[in-house]
């Protein structure tokens, strides 16, 4: 059955099918008509536009949103074709959560659950703003784990700069030192040869 469908990113042929959607599922088409490029479509065969959903990117997270069908007999043929492509634009952009506040039990199902107070306090303040519902969420990477990592790399790189510098710095040092004790022998040598120079010219005089 799911091979009859198509997932693809929608573009401007497809803004009056989907006006016409978001009107039959009362979302605001005025609203959503500015974020159609954040929507993927799937399709029939025939090309027939038959449902939508809204994915919307913040690193490093990614907004399930505005999720529509107009024949919701394909709606769960529709979801799995949208989660298989979702997780390939996740790959793609680098997120590390999903969020959405969509309710149908097909995305409970594929891991989606209500988050704890910690994870909450991570949604994007944009989202929280305009979005009013309770949420749900999925953990494609450890972000914990992810940071820590981060965090060591960025305190190892630290310190190799700081050794690198320190480095230049004894190798500066050095150098100051060697030009130091070369411009003392040149002072000397140069004294040496005006001295030698005084001497020859004044035992060479007539006397």
Known sequence: MIARLHVRRATVDDL???????????????????????FQVVENAGHELLGAIGVEFTKPYALLH???????????EARQLFWERLQTLA???????????????FWKSFGFQPPNADTLARLPTAWQ???TGAWLTYAIKDEDAISAALESHEQEFASLRQAEQAETERA??????????ITVLLFGIAIILLA????????RLPH
């Not at 006006?19 to 088409?29: D, I, V």
């Not at 030698?196 to 035992?203: E, I, K, N, T, V």
Request: aromatic fraction near 12%; charged fraction near 25%.
């Open 66 to 76: 505005s999720e529509g069908y107009t024949d919701f007999s394909i709606a769960d």
């Open 196 to 203: 030698c120079a005084g001497y020859l010219f004044f035992h």
């Open 129 to 131: 703003n305009e979005y």
């Open 16 to 38: 009056n099918a989907l006006k016409a959607l978001w009107e039959s599922m009362r979302l605001s088409p005025e609203l959503l008509e500015p974020k159609l490029t954040e």
């Open 172 to 181: 500066q040092a050095r150098a100051r030192n060697v030009g130091t004790v």
């Open 91 to 105: 790959a793609n952009h680098g997120i590390f959560r999903l969020w959405t506040q969509e309710r149908s039990p």
